[in-house]
Nanobody, 123 residues
């Protein structure tokens, strides 16, 4: 069993930055890839980025965030980060982290989800 908790959301002006954190617990957490997804009002939940398990170095990003967002992992702290720079109003959404024992950008591949954190970007 893996538990996830996001933090770091908030209100920021366009062009600003935020760093989201996803704290994981459970002894198997290091074996899971961790992804970030987001969901804006009245829209489908969409993939943002994924980081492979603690022993790997793979990352993959949605085209909409490539070059602006960076996903990283601190294995000692059991935490995955999403550094978001050059934020745009269209980045406004609830951001979720999730864990999978594969390596995927597909929502249905993820077994465990956090509760989400709100990110609002004002124009």
């Amino acid at each position: 069993q893996v538990q996830l908790r996001e933090s770091g959301g908030g209100l920021v002006q366009a062009g600003g930055s935020l760093r989201l954190s996803c704290a994981g617990s459970g002894r198997a957490f290091s074996n899971y890839a961790v992804g970030w997804f987001r969901q804006a009002p009245q829209k489908e939940r969409e993939f943002v980025a994924v980081k492979s398990w603690s022993g790997g170095a793979r990352t993959y990003y949605a085209d909409s965030v490539k070059g602006r967002f960076t996903i990283s992992r601190d294995n000692a702290k059991n935490t995955v980060y999403l550094q978001m720079n050059s934020l745009k109003p269209e980045d406004t959404a609830v951001y979720y982290c999730a864990a999978t024992n594969t390596y995927s950008s597909t929502y249905s591949s993820y077994d465990y989800w956090g509760q989400g954190t709100q990110v609002t970007v004002s124009s």
